[in-house]
């Protein structure tokens, strides 16, 4: 009885410094997310490197630039899941793209005043390398969560995430805004620096504590080389999708309301700085979203225990619909502090519950293939946002009126969503997930 005992303690401190290994991965990569993408770079874009550009100019390029570093990804992101599924090889997927990511932020550095096209292509490179990675960090978290803690351990990632990024943004801004003024663009260049050393550094625990998920092929799988399965599987999959009907309704109302919401987080800094607003206001509420969202992004996890997943991110939704409303009347500096908070409240959470909510309704097996279906509705969401921003702030000069936009993506997506059938989502997933086992089993048997 003790020694079952102490097993069990053991076993539960090992699941548990998988898990927290496993969130530090949120915590380094997020640094990426608010230095790179929402708050130095683009200021540094927009007022150093496009220098010789009309504001207008230099935020449209900005949204040109991010469309097609989101469209790299989505194509590649499916075809990549299956090879990684079938390989066994999620973690070594993910440590290519964290490479690639950490290389072309690093390049930033050389970035100087004109280079908007260097900046643009050395930020699709670490947009690349940023975004492939989450498909596969993503893909590990059925495997480390159990289905009654998924939710929070989501919640758990984003809410560090949070922390970790602003902290690092904290460090980021002082530099910047303490330096002299000869020295601020250098300060910006060696903050770019600071995120490629702190995402390398802090994605070392997943790599020492998390393992690789165990490999499973499928029947007339035996003698594929990666990149037939990949296809293969993709076939398979598209033969299949009707199994999947809840998944799929749930992943098309996710690529809906994920219009407005990417095009929050990469448009509203640029925006705020279009519109006037000093760096203090729009980097500074951007500062500010990083740690209110930390714990409202731990409340989404208990909300979720209490009202259930979707109900919880349709709330969010009505939140995100109101903000959208209200941007469209933003023209005061006090008005994006208020904006910021209210986005900082649901920001994480509706994030954390969509990985979440993906993740039980999608078999284990296939869990990176469907995080890269998940991923591409991503970036095609955030594709069509910032293209659409961009477009409208070329022909109408400004780009107030592209808010208008983001409310209709947040109805239509809460409509969808609010169809899905959460629980025959998860029944099937468990029955294919099973039925694929089995499949192995004989395989291997035989």
């Known amino acids: 009885m003790a020694e079952n005992t102490i097993t069990d303690t053991k076993n539960e401190k090992l699941h548990k410094k998988r898990i927290n290994s496993w969130v530090m991965y949120d915590w380094a990569n997020s640094a990426f997310a608010t230095t790179i993408m929402a708050a ?51 973690k070594r997927y993910l440590t290519i793209f964290v490479c690639i990511g950490v290389t072309g932020t690093a390049l930033l550095y050389l970035v100087q005043s004109g280079d908007w096209m260097k900046a643009s292509i050395f930020y699709i490179i670490a947009s690349i390398g940023f975004s492939g990675g989450i498909v596969f960090y993503d893909s590990l978290l059925p495997h480390i969560a159990r289905p009654d803690e998924i939710d929070q351990v989501s919640s758990k990632g984003y809410a560090i995430g949070y922390l970790g990024g602003g902290l690092l943004l904290a460090i980021n801004l002082a530099m910047i805004m303490l330096s002299p003024d000869h020295l601020t663009a250098l300060m910006s260049r060696l903050s770019f620096v600071s995120v490629a050393i702190w995402w390398f550094v802090f994605t070392i625990p997943l790599w020492r504590n998390v393992p690789e998920p165990p490999r499973r092929v499928k029947a007339g799988e035996e003698e594929f080389n990666p990149f037939q399965a990949s296809f293969s599987r993709l076939r398979t999959t598209f033969s299949e999708i009707k199994k999947y009907r809840q998944l799929l309704k749930f992943i098309i109302a996710f690529w809906l309301y994920n ?10 800094v640029i925006y705020g700085t279009e519109l006037g607003f000093s760096s203090t206001t729009t980097i500074g509420t951007l500062l500010m979203v990083q740690f209110v969202a930390f714990p409202f ?75 890269g279906f998940f991923s591409v509705s991503e970036k095609i969401a955030g594709t069509a946002g910032p293209l659409v921003f961009g477009l409208v702030s070329k022909m109408m000069g400004g780009s107030r009126l592209s808010i208008v936009s983001l409310i209709i993506f947040f109805i239509s997506g809460a409509f969808v969503l609010a169809s899905v059938d ?25």
């Open 40 to 90: 130095v770079l683009p200021v540094y874009y927009s007022s150093v490197a496009s220098a010789n550009l009309t504001p207008a100019d230099a935020t449209a390029n900005w949204a040109f630039t991010t469309t097609i570093a989101l469209i790299i990804v989505a194509i590649l992101s499916p075809i990549l899941g299956a090879m990684a599924d079938f390989s066994g090889a999620k």
């Open 259 to 268: 219009n407005g919401i990417g095009t929050i987080i990469y448009m509203a």
């Open 422 to 446: 959460e629980k025959e989502g998860v029944r099937v997933a468990e029955a294919e997930e099973q039925a694929f086992i089995n499949a192995s089993k004989d395989i291997a048997a035989a």
């Open 297 to 371: 992004a731990f409340l989404f996890g208990w909300l979720a225990k209490k009202l259930g997943t979707k109900r919880a991110i349709l709330f969010s939704l009505a939140i995100y619909s109101l903000i959208a409303i209200m941007g469209y009347f933003l023209y005061q500096e006090w008005q994006f502090w208020a904006l910021g908070f209210a986005v900082a409240t649901v920001q994480g959470g509706s994030q954390a519950l969509s990985r979440s909510l993906c993740g039980r309704m999608m078999p284990k097996s296939k869990s990176a293939e469907f995080y």
